[in-house]
T-cell receptor
Framework: GQQLNQSPQSMFIQEGEDVSMNCTSS?????WLWYKQDPGEGPVLLIA?????ELTSNGRLTAQFGITRKDSFLNISASIPSDVGIYFCAGPNNNAGNMLTFGGGTRLMVKP | DAGVIQSPRHEVTEMGQEVTLRCKPI?????LFWYRQTMMRGLELLIYFNNNVPIDDSGMPEDRFSAKMPNASFSTLKIQPSEPRDSAVYFC??????????????FGPGTRLTVT
């Protein structure tokens, strides 16, 4: 089945640094979604991408839909302590309805 | 607007007891999804509904798990009898059926279940 591979699995950075993470797949996706999960909460949708090459921002977050449609990237600029959490990428499960396939997540830790 | 509402937020029960988790999707959303999250297996889809009808329950672990959606604003996930390996965080999510944003799922805060 479809799989989404996220890297890195975890990151420990200093406050103020920029962060980059990515999500890759062996199959093509027509939509990419990025979620953030705070400790003890449910995943929250950050950014949705619908077109190959698309670059979309949400505050300090910027996500890109890879040209090959097999990858996506999320960047966070000038990280702050509240950026701590797990970031998931997701894409439609092409085999079934409105189901999503989720990546394993990137755990971000920010040192003040 | 209210987001997805789940109750209870925490549930501690003894092995063998029945557990019922509840979810109220976002008003107007046509799809409802139940997920389970554990450290070992990550986020797993258990079952999803479209217009109150179960569409795919292939992720439901076994017969001890059942889910219902009696109307557009309420769904339950029941575990009977519960076992320690069912301990996890259970999420409900909802989405619209049509349009470019139909894949955008909105999650509730989750129910943390502990079975002792």
């Amino acid at each position: 089945g479809q799989q989404l591979n996220q890297s890195p699995q975890s990151m420990f950075i200093q406050e103020g640094e920029d962060v980059s993470m990515n999500c890759t797949s062996s199959s093509i996706f027509n939509t990419w979604l990025w979620y953030k999960q705070d400790p003890g909460e449910g995943p929250v949708l950050l950014i949705a991408l619908y077109k190959a090459g698309e670059l979309t921002s949400n505050g300090r977050l910027t996500a890109q839909f890879g040209i090959t449609r097999k990858d996506s990237f999320l960047n966070i600029s000038a990280s702050i302590p509240s950026d701590v959490g797990i970031y998931f990428c997701a894409g439609p499960n092409n085999n079934a309805g409105n189901m999503l396939t989720f990546g394993g997540g990137t755990r971000l830790m920010v040192k003040p | 607007d209210a987001g997805v509402i789940q109750s209870p937020r925490h549930e501690v029960t003894e092995m063998g007891q029945e557990v019922t988790l509840r979810c109220k999707p976002i008003s107007g959303h046509d799809y409802l999804f139940w997920y389970r999250q554990t450290m070992m297996r990550g986020l797993e889809l258990l079952i999803y509904f479209n217009n109150n009808v179960p569409i795919d329950d292939s992720g439901m672990p076994e017969d001890r798990f059942s889910a219902k959606m009696p109307n557009a604003s309420f769904s339950t996930l029941k575990i009977q009898p519960s076992e320690p390996r069912d301990s996890a965080v259970y999420f409900c999510a909802s989405s619209l059926a049509q349009g470019i944003s139909s894949y955008e799922q909105y999650f509730g805060p989750g129910t943390r279940l502990t079975v002792t």
